[in-house]
């Protein structure tokens, strides 16, 4: 194979550079608007201790690994943020934005493997698509993990074309970095061992010979130990917490725990129906274009197995990460991006392949105006899901979104300070659903949680009730307290109590 650490066509990297700043400015469009998420509201929770210093370790307690966190750090330094009241929803959710435009600018590595048409032929998928978008303005895991996943991905394939030992150690640092950002590698490796065994019996003798030329099982031992130290430098804060490794396989038990669905639990063709079914918003342009670009895809990789196996690898670790991912009873709408993305890229083959067959003369024009109006398409159920009905109940990507109706309770607290000293008003949170309100509370000096009243009931300024301590509250606080509600997450609501005249 060629040795060359980078394919080299320019015009390639600029068109992913363009696709990138596209992806940024429209996970960020909205990045103000959209309420914060449960999940988001808890990672902020993480990153604001670790800004005031009060969490220097992970913590395996239904967290996910510490990478984020200690990623999002870095953007929160640059804008001088130092706790968690300071931060903003558009700190939080710069960090996922520009993941998600870093995503377009690993794909040029993968270029000499799948073709340069091929590679183009995906990026408006992974920049435009919906659920890319709309988790890419997230402040959660996925749009960390499918950046390293790629990452990872485009390591191994440079170190195979090259056989060079560096590419082979960024490899390894990328899988160490992906056990340090979610438990979901399990799912990840083992996908990805299936596909590699199938693709070994599928590809002729000689194009598996000329492939693996440059493999050298010390290369990738020495990958493996570099990987293995990345991560335990994470989960132990740098050999400053060293149980963090015990805590790291806590953390991965429950995740296997978890993935029995803990309320999350839903049929095998979940996936299949949020990105093929129609909603009341918008066509599902982006699932019916990714699945019809797929099949293609995978008829285009199976002819072309012998001159570009790369392609036929990943149709097979496509569909692997899909069947076990379907498989597993937990499902949420952002774990869809583990099989989306690589599905892109085998879309991408197949939308060449198919503007490549009524003329090669001028395949790169067809190719040209059927990536516009590819965009075009995904732009418009992008422009429904993402920013006209971002936490819509029909929304397929709204997953228990936080109401629009909660934004109300800020100023309302507000205007009940306004007759007190704020720093003297307690505000209690009494139940065991209170999230995503740390939040939207964080710049309330004296906020406190409790999941049952006090032996009086009335002590406290403000209360607010939500979860199983909603019922008898009124009954139990008398009649000079007055309540509001406010809507939390669909069909959820909190109860603010405050004394009248006061």
């Not at 710069?94 to 590679?119: F, I, Q």
């Amino acid at each position: 194979m060629k040795s060359t650490a980078f394919p080299e066509p320019t015009g390639l990297w600029l068109f992913a550079g363009l696709c990138a700043v596209a992806a940024l400015l429209l996970a960020l469009a909205a990045a103000e608007d959209r309420p914060m998420h449960t999940d988001e509201a808890v990672n902020a929770r993480i990153l604001g201790d670790h800004l005031e210093g009060r969490q220097a370790h992970y913590d395996p307690e239904d967290r996910h690994g510490p990478l984020l966190a200690r990623i999002a750090r870095i953007p929160a330094a640059l804008l001088g943020r130092t706790s968690h009241a300071e931060l903003t929803a558009f700190d939080l959710r710069l960090v996922a934005a520009v993941c998600a435009a870093l995503l377009l600018l690993v794909l040029p590595l993968l270029a000499d493997g799948l073709g340069r048409r091929e590679t183009a032929a995906a990026m408006p998928w992974l920049a435009a698509g919906a659920p890319f978008v709309y988790f890419g303005g997230t402040f959660i895991h996925e749009p960390l993990f499918i950046l390293l996943s790629a990452s990872m991905g485009a390591a191994l394939w440079r170190w195979l074309v090259s056989g060079r030992l560096a590419w082979a150690l960024m490899a390894g640092a990328f899988f160490g970095l992906l056990i340090a950002t979610k438990e979901t590698i399990l799912v990840t490796g083992l996908a990805l061992l299936l596909a590699f065994l199938g693709w070994l019996v599928s590809i002729p003798q000689k194009t598996l010979q000329r492939t693996l030329a440059n493999f050298r099982t010390p290369h990738l031992a020495l990958a493996a130990l570099v990987g293995l130290a990345a991560a335990a430098s994470l989960f132990t804060d740098f050999g400053r917490h060293p149980s963090g490794l015990i805590d790291a396989v806590r953390g991965w038990i429950q995740a296997l725990y978890r993935a029995g669905g803990q309320g999350h639990e839903k049929p095998w063709d979940t996936y299949a129906g949020w990105l093929l079914g129609s909603n009341v918003r918008s066509l599902p342009w982006f699932g019916w274009t990714l699945a019809a670009g797929f099949a293609a895809g995978t008829v285009a990789a199976w002819r072309t197995r012998r001159t570009r196996p790369l392609g036929w690898l990943l149709v097979l670790y496509t569909v692997a990460v899909t069947a076990v991912y379907s498989c597993v009873p937990y499902k949420t709408p952002w774990l869809l991006l583990n099989f989306a993305a690589p599905a892109a890229l085998v879309a991408g083959i197949g939308l060449a392949a198919l503007c490549s067959l009524p003329t090669r003369s001028r395949s790169g024009l067809l190719l040209a105006a059927a990536g516009a109006a590819l965009a075009f398409l995904l732009l418009a159920e992008t422009r429904a899901l993402c920013f006209r009905f971002p936490v819509d109940p029909t929304n397929p990507l709204a997953y228990a979104p936080t109401t629009t109706d909660l934004e109300r309770l800020p100023p309302r607290l507000e205007a009940l300070l306004a007759a007190r000293d704020p720093d003297q008003t307690v505000i209690r949170v009494i139940g065991d659903d209170y999230w995503p309100l740390p939040w939207y509370l964080r710049t309330y000096p004296n906020v406190g949680y409790w999941e049952n009243l006090a032996d009086d009931p009335a002590a406290g300024d403000l209360i607010i009730a939500t979860g199983d301590a909603l019922g008898g509250m009124a009954d139990r606080l008398g009649p000079e307290w007055r309540w509001e509600f406010f809507g939390l997450r669909a069909e959820v609501i909190i109860l603010l109590f405050h004394r009248e005249g006061r």
